[in-house]
């Protein structure tokens, strides 16, 4: 069972999809383990220290590719025309794909054309046996850290309370807008640094997560609120007339914060807009918004996806995308085991081949594609008529 993990090719993207611990663990589940040259450089992981791990080392995507039955990838294969290297038509039929895919119905149509088993790690449904394989959790845990990071860098006057000779330093105000994964990482990383720490969530089992955190609740609390979170645990969009009045208290909040941390998603739709370009206009020179939803349009209305933007009265706004890649050792480190836990749940050992029931909850989350066919349900394409 030939396993390749490729280089990954997409702009900006410095993550690996496994590191020399995943490659010996494939091995000794019988797998044979092809790398691509210079897959794991933007991580810190160096080609020998793949071979060292037993995985043999390809020149380049086709030289991995070849005779593979599983692909590993961090995001999708580039497809014709997306890049200098066509690896989507390099990808063996038959083979099975495993990457946070971002597919839409268009996508799950070309890996099924293309004979490809594809599964996409960002659907993974959020239950308990599927917790140790979630990628999306351990990715924004990690951007949740790196965005506090970030702003404490950003941000000029430091961060904890200084009683120094020469007078008192404040503590900064940092305001948390989501507590998701990423949120509740970035309350604990900004109370670890001193930070005076406030939050501020939609969903109902928010309010005690961020109190019990040590952070003060700020929001806007009514009947519609109190059903704002799927059964996945996501939230959920709510009317133009919850969010005005929600923005009205966090208008007179944000106003008197120092650092604003975004991290507010809602799956398969743009990010919405919890600050307004009023908002930013409240606030004081030199105060640092970091916006962790950049990749999905942002939460603030003045982001500039990918940049770093300095308003006109002295804010700093942090676009940047792909957080997690921002701290890509770590990241590829969480990632691969995400992935890894993923195969050898579903491991038939006297096969030594991934064995992926059709019945399990978990299959029927990722998997886009089967045999040649659409088979999630969300990206079948509308029947005729």
């Known amino acids: 069972m030939k396993v390749a ?14 590191t020399p611990e995943t490659v010996k663990k494939l091995i000794g589940m019988g797998c044979t383990l092809a790398v691509e040259a210079g897959a794991g450089l933007a991580s810190g992981i160096t080609d020998a220290a793949f071979t060292e791990a037993g995985a043999n080392l390809a020149a380049d995507a086709a030289g991995a590719l070849a005779g593979a039955n599983i692909v590993l990838k961090v995001r999708a294969p580039l497809a014709a025309g997306e890049g200098a290297v066509d690896e989507l038509s390099l990808i063996p039929r038959g083979a099975l794909l495993i990457a946070t895919l971002a597919a839409d119905a268009e996508a799950a149509g070309r890996y099924a054309a293309a004979g490809i088993d594809a599964c996409a790690m960002e659907l993974l449904p ?10 999306l959790s351990s990715q924004a845990n990690l951007a949740g850290y790196r965005a506090v990071v970030e702003a404490s860098t950003s941000y000029d006057k430091g961060f904890p309370m200084m009683m120094t000779a020469a007078g008192t330093v404040p503590a900064a105000n940092a305001f ?8 509740l990482q970035a309350i604990a990383t900004a109370r670890r640094l001193g930070g005076r720490v406030s939050a501020t ?10 109190k019990s955190l040590g952070a003060s609740f700020v929001g806007y609390e009514d009947e519609e609120s109190k059903a704002a979170q799927t059964a996945g645990g996501y939230a959920k969009q709510l009317s133009a007339a919850f969010y005005a009045k929600q923005a009205e208290v966090v208008a007179a909040h944000i106003a008197k914060q120092d650092v604003v941390i975004c991290t507010a998603l809602v799956q398969g739709r743009r990010a919405p807009i919890l600050v307004t370009a009023e908002m930013v206009a409240a606030m004081k020179p030199g105060s640092v918004i970091v916006d962790i939803a950049s990749d999905a349009g942002g939460n603030c209305a003045l982001t500039k996806p990918g940049e770093l933007f300095v308003t006109e009265n002295g804010v700093k706004i942090l676009g940047f995308t792909n957080w997690p890649g921002r701290i890509p ?29 059709e019945e399990d909850e978990i299959v029927k989350g990722v998997a886009l594609t089967r045999g040649g066919a659409v088979v999630h349900p969300q990206m079948k394409p509308a029947q005729a008529g």
Do not use: C, H
């Open 329 to 357: 050792a770590a990241a590829s480190a969480l990632y691969a085991r995400n992935l890894l836990t993923f195969l050898s749940t579903f491991w038939d050992k006297d096969a030594k081949a991934p064995k992926l029931s």
């Open 5 to 18: 993990v490729l280089k990954e090719r997409r702009a900006g993207e410095t993550r690996v999809a496994a």
């Open 126 to 135: 959020r239950i308990t046996r599927a917790q140790s394989m979630d990628v």
């Open 201 to 210: 969530d939609v969903r109902p089992a928010a309010k005690e997560e961020i």
């Open 176 to 183: 948390i807008m989501g507590a998701g994964v990423a949120g």
